[in-house]
Structures are given as structure tokens and as C-alpha cells.
Antibody, heavy 119, light 108 residues
Framework: QVQLQQWGAGLLRSSETLSLTCDVY????????WTWIRQPPGKGLEWMGE???????TYNPSLKSRVTISVDTSKTQFTLRLSSVTAADTAVYYC?????????????WGQGTLVIVSS | EIVLTQFPVTLSLSPGERATLSCRAS??????LAWYQQKPGQAPRLLIY???NRATDIPARFSGSGSGTDFTLTISSLQPEDFAVYYC??????????FGQGTRVEIK
């Protein structure tokens, strides 16, 4: 059974760089977009960006200058980096798997990581 | 950017009742719409993709319809575990992929 397990620092100070990694256990690493989505406390979902197993990235234009997603196929993991964080970046961050052909939707999610940015 | 508007914001219903949730897109997105359910403290769960296809293991009481700009998620008979927040999502014209602001289905 495929699982996504995410990890990374949960407390940052303003101007630091957020870094979260999502390990993919089981299943194929190809044929999907590997996606990051975040949710500020009490608010809705925001798509941040995604990467294919070949490393092709697509980012939300609202974050494009600060976000980097990378992939390590040998470890079947992908990593989110968000630079120059502020309190507005406080959110639960989710990694997810999006099928490129079948559902074209996020059908598998990580457990979520609460990241708090303090000033 | 395609904006998705969900209504109502909150739906107050009793178990056993029928729930009808709406999602309107700011431009034509064909049938490329998904619905998710999110319970407190949990990650969202995919319910419906391509507007009307149930995802794996989703009960038949959940159904989706619509195309173009207007979409509906229907829960035919609310079960206690269905009280949650529901989001629609499009990825027709991306980036960015966008979500609606959510509809909360609460117990009346």
C-alpha cells in the first residue's frame, strides 16, 4: 500500500527557509505529479506546486519567487523549500500524489506538518 | 487564474437528509473538477474526480455532476461521518491549480 510520510522543521523564524520532505513508500514513482498544498489555520487549501519524477516543476505564480520543489528518485522522496518565510506562511503543509492521466486529482496525501513562523 | 466559488458557505442538515453543495468556476473548465472531504485534524480525502467519477472506496451516496462552470456534489442521505468541510478543485487551466473556499456541512 502506497504511503506518503512527510517530515521537517515545524518552527521557524521570519526570513528563514522552510524545508519539508515527503517520502513515498510503495507503488510507482513515475506517472504522477508530486504536489505540495498548504492550509493556514482555519482557512482553505492553497496549491503550492508540484514536480514529476523527471524533475519537471510547476509552481503557483503567487509563490514562484520563493518556492523550490526537488525530487530524489533514488530515495523516492521530494522536498519543498520556501524561502524568506513570514507569519503569513504559518500553515499545515501537505504533500500529495496527483495522477497525471487517470484522476488528475490528489488521491493520496501525507499526514500534514504544522509549520509555525514566529517573528 | 480560475476562481472557484462554493455555496453555501455552511449547510445545516440532519442525518438522513440530502445535501447539495455547489461550486461555480469563473470560466469554462469542462469536466475537470474534483471534490474533497476534510475532517478536523485530517488531510483532505478525494471523493470525486472529473466532475462525476467516484474515487476508490467512496460510498455510492456521494455523487457529482456538472460541466462547464456549474458543478454539484450531492450526498443522498447524510451519515454521521459525513459532517465535514468539502472543497472543490480545478486543474484545467494551471498553474495555478485552485480550490474553492469550502462548504461546511454541520449537524442541525
Amino acid at each position: 500500500q502506497v504511503q506518503l510520510q512527510q517530515w521537517g522543521a515545524g518552527l521557524l523564524r521570519s526570513s528563514e527557509t522552510l524545508s519539508l520532505t515527503c517520502d513515498v513508500y510503495g507503488g510507482s514513482f513515475s506517472g504522477y505529479y508530486w504536489t505540495w498544498i498548504r492550509q493556514p489555520p482555519g482557512k482553505g487549501l492553497e496549491w503550492m506546486g508540484e514536480i514529476t519524477h523527471r524533475g519537471r516543476t510547476t509552481y503557483n505564480p503567487s509563490l514562484k519567487s520563493r518556492v523550490t520543489i526537488s525530487v530524489d528518485t533514488s530515495k523516492t522522496q521530494f522536498t519543498l523549500r520556501l524561502s524568506s518565510v513570514t507569519a503569513a506562511d504559518t500553515a499545515v503543509y501537505y504533500c500529495a500524489r496527483t495522477a497525471t492521466v487517470t484522476t488528475r486529482a490528489a488521491d493520496l496525501w501525507g499526514q500534514g506538518t504544522l509549520v509555525i513562523v514566529s517573528s | 487564474e480560475i476562481v472557484l466559488t462554493q455555496f453555501p458557505v455552511t449547510l445545516s442538515l440532519s442525518p438522513g437528509e440530502r445535501a447539495t453543495l455547489s461550486c461555480r468556476a469563473s470560466q469554462n473548465i469542462s469536466s475537470y473538477l474534483a471534490w474533497y472531504q476534510q475532517k478536523p485534524g485530517q488531510a483532505p480525502r478525494l471523493l470525486i474526480y472529473d466532475a462525476s467519477n467516484r474515487a476508490t472506496d467512496i460510498p455510492a451516496r456521494f455523487s457529482g455532476s456538472g460541466s462547464g462552470t456549474d458543478f454539484t456534489l450531492t450526498i443522498s442521505s447524510l451519515q454521521p461521518e459525513d459532517f465535514a468541510v468539502y472543497y472543490c478543485q480545478q486543474r484545467t487551466n494551471w498553474p495555478p491549480v485552485t480550490f474553492g473556499q469550502g462548504t461546511r456541512v454541520e449537524i442541525k
